[in-house]
């Protein structure tokens, strides 16, 4: 094509520049398409020099190809110029269609821009379409337009330079460059698309390589964990029931793998730990609770909840990774056990006597005197309110009546007293007044104290005086009803509280205690005896545990005196 004039072009010229779009289209990898485009100038379109400035993401433009020169090649190629200097140059000189000429008068306020470039020699042109070495030639090559016009975006810029016949290209040669360049700009797209594409599946199979790789380790790491999985099912009707288990969560309920799956976790928790799971958030979810085993006997367990995806938008899993801490649970239960009884008789101490007492009592007297809304009704003749304290305008429901209980105790409605707020709710202890039994029932304290106790010590040692100590214990323990407490007070005091008594049942309950102390002990062979002295104090709300320790104390110091010394070891 260097050589014929237009419009006359050999047959062979075509030929060739078809060869060289096919070898462009046909390229491996986009490396070599990109080269492809810049010999294909070369050699098919009868230009000694051509570069590929290929766009970037950034924007910018960098050498990615380049033909004709080896030296140039080396210099160059890998630079970027900035794309503020291409558009720059793209607006420049003359328009040829699409391309962009720009003669040496013009392109000489370029020379230090930021473009990679290089700079030939020769002789100044003779005649005015003669190719000037500082001439310029650009095809731009953009992504095909929706008409399949050179409309879309710009994908890189062809750089040509020194045309073999030493003529600027005419019309012929034009229209091969910009159809080339528009060839070119196919060419690169599709290239960059295999690369895509080739990238994605590379990355596709790694993906799914390693997803693979995971699911046989997490499937090795499910079935062979020391300590029990569950994988459950998320939402739905049939939230938490068990799809998989592993063979240590088996193992540790008793039940077979196939049995598990007929069962959700609330099957299989403790009655009384069925709030604890509900309360179990499914996301990083904690929680300590008891499981059935297959023989009905129940083990502590640690729960930790996560949600797992089965793919990008499928199903939600519950995975619940289930931990045995039976061992555990029964060291701190024992040494819950031991901070709270007696090492010796195993009875409460005193720390959990006054616990259980103080658990019955707020500060709230027993009896308050009367406010006007009591003195209304008590003028009126509602004796039923005539104890009750003021509790202001908000006392009344919609009714006119007042919203107490039979206690008088109000519902939810602020009395005008603040310090009583905190107990509206609380059910009040309350103790029989007077010394005749008037058919209250309270909760009584009864104060023991073991006469004679001191001297089995002395005569015997102290490995006798426990012996004795345990043998009472027990026998009080069998005299009270099922949630009364029997506690060790220290030496050889016990409390009792016995909660719904009146006065004559107290009383009668002490009897029973005394008599049940009164026989003799067998220690180390020998009978031994002690007596007991019983004080009945009552405990309500207003008072503290210490306070009713200490009235119960007391009455027991007075019975006590009030018995002859000789007969007290005896009853």
């Known amino acids: 094509m260097e050589t014929e004039s237009e419009p006359y072009v050999r047959l062979a010229t075509l030929r060739q520049l078809h060869q060289v779009m096919a070898d462009m289209n046909t390229a491996r990898s986009l490396a070599d398409t990109l080269q492809t485009v810049a010999d294909g100038v070369v050699t098919g379109l009868g230009y000694e020099l051509a570069c590929v400035n290929l766009v970037r993401p950034d924007g910018d433009l960098v050498v990615a190809a380049l033909a004709g020169n080896s030296a140039a090649e080396a210099l160059i190629t890998g630079r970027v110029g ?29 020379d230090e821009d930021d473009v990679p470039q ?5 002789p100044a042109p003779r ?4 190719w000037h070495p500082s001439d310029r030639l650009f095809a731009p090559m953009y992504t095909p337009g929706i008409s399949g016009g050179s409309t879309g ?14 003529r600027r290209p005419g019309a012929w040669g034009r229209e091969a460059l910009q159809m080339y360049a528009f060839q070119a700009a196919i060419a690169i797209s599709n290239a960059r698309l295999r690369a895509n594409m080739q990238r994605a599946l590379v990355r596709l199979e790694r993906e799914q390589q390693a997803l693979r790789a995971s699911e046989e380790s997490f499937r090795q790491a499910f079935e062979y964990a020391p300590s029990g999985m569950a994988i459950a099912e998320m939402g739905g009707d049939q939230h938490g029931r068990i799809l998989r288990t592993n063979d240590a969560l088996c193992r540790l309920l008793g039940r077979p793998a ?12 403790h009655p009384e730990d069925i709030g604890t799971l509900l309360r179990t958030s499914a996301e990083g979810g904690r929680a300590e609770l008891r499981l059935g085993r297959r023989d009905g006997t129940y083990v502590w367990v640690h729960l930790r909840n996560s949600v797992v995806a089965d793919a990008a938008d499928g199903p939600r899993f519950l995975l619940t990774h289930v931990e045995d801490i039976e061992e555990r649970k029964r060291r701190e239960l024992q040494l819950a056990h031991r901070a709270s009884h007696d090492a010796l008789t195993g009875l409460p101490n005193s720390a959990e006597l006054r616990s259980r007492l103080s658990a019955r009592l707020c500060q709230r007297p027993q009896s308050l005197p009367p406010g006007a809304v009591a003195s209304l009704d008590a003028a009126y003749g509602h004796g039923q309110y005539a104890e009750l304290p003021d509790a202001g305008q908000g006392a009344f429901e919609g009714n006119g009546h007042p919203a107490y209980d039979g206690n008088g105790h109000g519902f939810d409605f602020r009395s005008s007293s603040e310090a009583y707020d905190a107990f509206d709710h609380h059910v009040h202890t309350i103790a029989p007044e007077g010394e005749t039994d008037d058919g209250t029932k309270g909760l009584a304290v009864l104060f023991c104290d073991l006469d004679g106790f001191k001297s089995i010590n002395d005569r015997f040692g102290h490995n006798a005086g426990d012996a004795v100590l345990i043998e009472v214990a027990r026998r009080l323990t069998s005299g009270v009803r099922d949630g009364d407490t029997v506690a060790r007070l220290g030496g050889d005091e016990f ?3 016995a909660d719904g008594l009146g006065r004559a049942d107290a009383q009668d309950l002490a009897v029973r205690l005394r008599n049940a102390i009164i026989p003799p002990i067998r220690v180390d062979g020998r009978a031994v005896r002690v007596g007991a002295s019983f004080g009945i104090g009552w405990a309500h ?25 000789q007969h007290r070891r005896a009853g």
Not at 118 to 122: A, E, I, L, N, V
Request: aromatic residues 10%.
């Open 118 to 122: 290089w700079y030939t020699d020769g």
């Open 541 to 565: 709300c207003g008072m503290t545990a210490d306070e009713v320790l200490k009235s119960a104390d007391e009455r027991m110091y007075v019975e006590k005196r009030s018995r002859p010394k």
């Open 495 to 497: 409390v009792v509280l």
């Open 258 to 269: 196939s049995a598990m799956r007929r069962y959700s976790f609330s099957d299989l928790v």
């Open 82 to 110: 900035s794309r503020a200097s291409w558009d720059r140059r793209l607006s420049m000189g003359e328009a040829w269609g699409d391309l962009r000429f720009i003669p040496h008068t013009e392109g000489w306020v370029l």
């Open 153 to 166: 975006e710009l994908i890189g810029v062809l750089s040509v330079d020194r045309p073999r016949n030493g």
């Open 127 to 130: 005649f005015e379409d003669e």
